[in-house]
């Protein structure tokens, strides 16, 4: 996996934008509420969550699995997860698409800004191939978890596949160098590498936390490792494309 597109000299930060290698497994198409095409060979599975599944070869087959159903609905997710299986030895296919209208987002986590293991916010995880273990992160610090942007109970996907994440807006990533800072909004926090420590600080005064529109705290991360955020979470959406009545 690589990162291109619109890196700023001083920032280092760049929009994600996905180069494909030679001999691609995925492929992902449209600007927004994406789809994203996997290749299967004989025996390949795609775990993924329900109702995600757009199209696939009539020889691929779903199956469900509900392992680890409490830690999953803890993170934001389906209690169940569905498994495409290519179940002959000819080249197959699945198509997926978010459950929103939403971006696709792919990560491998055997790459050197991700180290193995990836934190996102509940809700983030969309599917995976390879070795990918699902798991639940439990944040214990209250202050952290109440005004940091990813609560109690984050998704913690291991292992050396590639996953992909389904967001709204549009995804912003840096790679932080040892030591290196960086202050987000909290409300922008997408994922990072489980090796970027995560803090808080101050939006500002008492003025500025009350009238700023920041909020009160803004979330802290230090590296080394991949930090991404999203320009409009799907809260943000629905408030924008569906406003509520003012009495």
């Known amino acids: 996996m690589r990162f291109v597109g619109g890196e700023g000299p001083l920032t280092g930060w760049s929009k994600f934008e996905v180069q494909y290698p030679d001999d691609p497994k995925y492929h992902i198409t449209g600007a927004d509420s994406q789809v994203l095409t996997v290749n299967m060979?004989?025996?390949?599975k795609v775990l993924t969550e329900p109702g995600t599944m757009m199209f696939m070869s009539d020889y691929v087959k779903g199956s469900t699995q509900c392992g680890g159903c409490l830690q999953r609905c803890c993170a934001g997710?389906?209690?169940?997860?569905?498994v495409m299986e290519n179940t002959q030895q000819t080249m197959g296919f699945v198509g997926l698409t978010p459950n929103f209208p939403g971006k696709v987002i792919p990560v491998d986590l055997a790459s050197d800004a991700v180290s193995g293991t990836l934190l996102c916010k509940a809700g983030?995880?969309?599917?995976?191939?390879?070795e990918v273990e699902i798991e639940?992160?439990?944040d214990c610090n209250p202050f952290r978890a109440c005004c940091g942007g990813a609560g109690f109970v984050r998704q913690q996907l291991a292992g050396?596949?590639?996953v992909f994440l389904n967001s709204t807006g549009t995804i912003m990533q840096k790679t932080l160098a040892e030591g290196e800072k960086i202050v987000v909004d909290t409300n922008a926090v997408l994922a990072w590498a489980d090796g970027v420590d995560m803090d808080l600080q101050s939006a500002g005064g008492c003025c500025g936390c009350a009238l700023g529109g920041e909020g009160v705290f803004n979330t802290v991360f230090t590296g080394p490792g991949l930090v991404m955020v999203s320009s409009m979470t799907l809260d943000q959406y629905r408030v924008a494309v569906a406003p509520e009545p003012r009495g």
């Open 41 to 44: 060979a004989g025996g390949d």
């Open 77 to 82: 997710e389906s209690c169940c997860t569905m």
């Open 124 to 130: 983030a995880y969309m599917a995976h191939f390879g």
């Open 136 to 138: 639940t992160d439990f």
């Open 160 to 162: 050396t596949g590639t």
